[in-house]
């Protein structure tokens, strides 16, 4: 059975899933005749992060630490968020001023990774 304070991150896990499964099918399919080269390459860098993260977050709302690991869990979603929602704004064209945005999802994501280094390095 799932703690409750685990199941938003599982729901949040899987509907990032999804949604990254999708984005990717549609860069792949529905964007590949729209888009140059770079913007492609940018759309693929986003999908990438975003499913490797939403992965992430499954294991941690999978594991036996899932209350620990919340945070970690909010921080991947708000990478997520940030850093691929960036890019795929700026991969269909958007401001550049969300370039800077970008970063932020980064160190979200992050420190995400150095949350779970501290509860795998914490003693008792």
Same mark, same amino acid.
């Not at 990717?24 to 993260?53: K, N, P, S």
């Not at 690991?69 to 958007?94: C, D, E, H, K």
């Given at each position: ?5 685990? +199941?938003?991150? %599982? *729901?949040? =896990? !899987?509907? #990032?899933? @999804? ?5 990717? $099918?549609?860069?792949?399919? /529905? ?16 999908? +990438?992060?975003? %499913? *490797?993260? =939403? !992965?992430? #977050?499954? @294991? ?5 630490? $899932?209350?620990?690991?919340? /945070? ?19 991969? %269909?064209?958007?401001?550049?001023? #969300? ?12 420190? /995400? ?12």
């Amino acid at each position: 059975m799932i703690d409750e304070r685990a +199941r938003t991150l %599982l *729901l949040a =896990a !899987a509907l #990032l899933g @999804a949604s990254g499964v999708a984005l990717g $099918a549609f860069g792949a399919h /529905g964007l590949r005749a729209r888009l140059d080269a770079r913007a492609l390459e940018i759309w693929e860098t986003a999908v +990438r992060y975003h %499913l *490797l993260h =939403a !992965a992430a #977050l499954l @294991a941690l709302a999978l594991s036996p630490h $899932a209350v620990q690991l919340r /945070g970690a869990g909010w921080l991947f979603v708000a990478g997520i968020a940030l850093f691929s929602g960036s890019l795929y704004a700026l991969a %269909l064209g958007g401001p550049r001023l #969300l370039g800077p945005v970008t970063p932020l999802g980064g160190l979200a994501l992050l420190a /995400g990774w150095l949350w779970v280094a501290k509860l795998a390095l914490a003693r008792g």
